[in-house]
């Protein structure tokens, strides 16, 4: 009896802290949304309010998550290149949200008056789709409109899609609404792989230029692209603003690794914290986990795909080394070829010398039997000049003879012509005549 409520009073004793400790921590987690869903509201209404109301908000949580923070080890469950996670740190907490924008945009902390989320989610909620959109939307100081993406899968149409959703955040004027009105737009997106692997860059700016000079249209578009892959390649100025140690962080995989970084900087700390925090809800996880098996499902088909590759280059090598051998053989049929081709022009030489003798003896006969026809054509053309000469005097003549005829009978129709008009005169005098006698008798 006595063993038994000494055993009971032991357990009660072990148990009791772990109880007490979870329920603390269901408790702040709980504290810590709420605060954060009237951060947003309240950064709506007065935006530089909202920051102080934020900050505060942070520096009231209880030590007791950093006590278990700077005491944890070993493997993290799920680092921000989770994009559930990335989004679940970024929402939580904004001050964690407010020190990753003033890396990424070299702005100081006095510059950012407002940071509010326009787009966000019930965190733990159950997603039934598991491609759909974890990207945030972000509007900072009322003036400019920020879309942060985490993406850690190649799907070949990142540019595109970057570019779409750019436009996207441009296009929110609405009707009867000033073009002065316009908001810039920046999409910055995280990519654990390389976008241009002939000039890889840690971080790049892409903004609306000359391509001849290079003169810069507008800052109203702006594309930024953090390659974690490729965190050596981070430049002194990347470095001055701590975007490499942001890199860093996201790339974690161990606690070990995020408390170095934590002890840097109070935003990387207190992202470092909100990482524990969020890896200690069990809703969160459970959406990270759903997030990590899409992933797998696509490194499976990935994975399918170079298995694919790999067979289609062997493939590949198989049909060079099948074209090679068809070549050695192609190249012997066409020495063969060449052979017989040698062969024919040689005989064919042969009859084309053959062909010209004959030709020669057929000019040379041709030849003969022209000039025998030329000088037989021109006798029979002195013959008809001769007959043609004479036929020509005879012509002559016989115009000559008919001219006379002609001028004869001519003149002899003009002196009857003069005898007629002569008989016709004498008639019209006569008549005349006679009518004057008729009227005057």
């Avoid at 990207?135 to 942060?148: E, G, K, Q, S």
């Avoid at 969020?278 to 399918?304: F, G, P």
Wanted: aromatic share 8%.
């Amino acid at each position: 009896m006595l063993i038994n409520i000494s055993l009971g009073i032991r357990f009660i004793i072990i148990i009791i802290p772990h109880l007490f400790g979870a329920l603390l921590r269901h408790y702040f987690l709980r504290k810590e949304n709420t605060s954060m869903k009237h951060s947003l509201h309240t950064e709506t209404c007065h935006p530089a309010p909202s920051a102080i109301s934020d900050h505060q908000t942070m520096s009231e949580t209880p030590p007791l998550y950093n006590y278990e923070f700077w005491d944890a080890s070993g493997q993290i469950p799920y680092n921000m290149t989770n994009d559930y996670m990335f989004r679940a740190v970024l929402q939580s907490n904004n001050k964690v949200l407010r020190g990753l924008i003033c890396s990424l945009l070299h702005l100081s902390e006095q510059e950012v008056i407002s940071v509010e989320i326009t787009n966000p989610i019930i965190l733990g909620e159950t997603v039934t789709d598991k491609e759909f959109r974890l990207d945030i939307n972000v509007n900072l100081n009322n003036h400019t409109l920020i879309n942060l993406e985490m993406q850690i899968a190649n799907k070949l149409n990142w540019r595109e899609r970057s570019v779409m959703y750019l436009c996207r955040s441009f296009d929110h004027l609405s009707h009867g609404q000033n073009y002065s009105e316009t908001k810039s737009a920046i999409h910055i997106g995280f990519l654990d792989y390389t976008l241009f692997n002939e000039r890889p860059e840690f971080y790049a700016s892409y903004k609306l230029i000359n391509v001849k000079n290079h003169q810069k249209y507008s800052d109203s578009l702006t594309l930024n692209v953090v390659d974690l892959s490729r965190i050596d390649l981070a430049t002194a100025e990347d470095k001055h603003y701590h975007i490499h140690e942001w890199a860093l962080l996201f790339k974690s995989t161990t606690w070990e690794e995020i408390k170095m970084l934590a002890s840097k900087d109070e935003y990387l700390q207190e992202a470092s914290e909100t990482i524990f925090r969020m890896s200690a809800d069990d809703l969160v996880r459970k959406r990270c986990r759903d997030r990590e098996e899409y992933y797998q499902d696509l490194r499976n088909y990935e994975r399918k795909i170079e298995l694919d590759r790999i067979e289609h280059e062997q493939d590949i090598r198989n049909y060079k080394l099948k074209i090679e051998q068809e070549r050695l053989e192609h190249e012997q049929d066409i020495r063969d070829y060449k052979q017989k081709i040698e062969q024919n022009r040689l005989e064919h030489e042969q009859d084309i010398r053959d062909y010209k003798q004959k030709i020669e003896q057929n000019r040379l006969e041709h030849e003969q039997k022209i000039e025998q026809d030329r000088l037989e054509h021109e006798q029979d053309i002195r013959d008809y000049k001769q007959k043609i000469e004479q036929d020509r005097l005879e012509h002559e003549q016989k115009i000559e003879q008919d001219r006379l005829a002609h001028e004869q009978a001519i003149a002899e129709k003009d002196a009857l012509i003069r005898q007629l008009l002569a008989e016709n005169e004498a008639l019209k005098k006569q008549e005349i005549f006679s009518t004057m006698h008729v009227v005057h008798p």
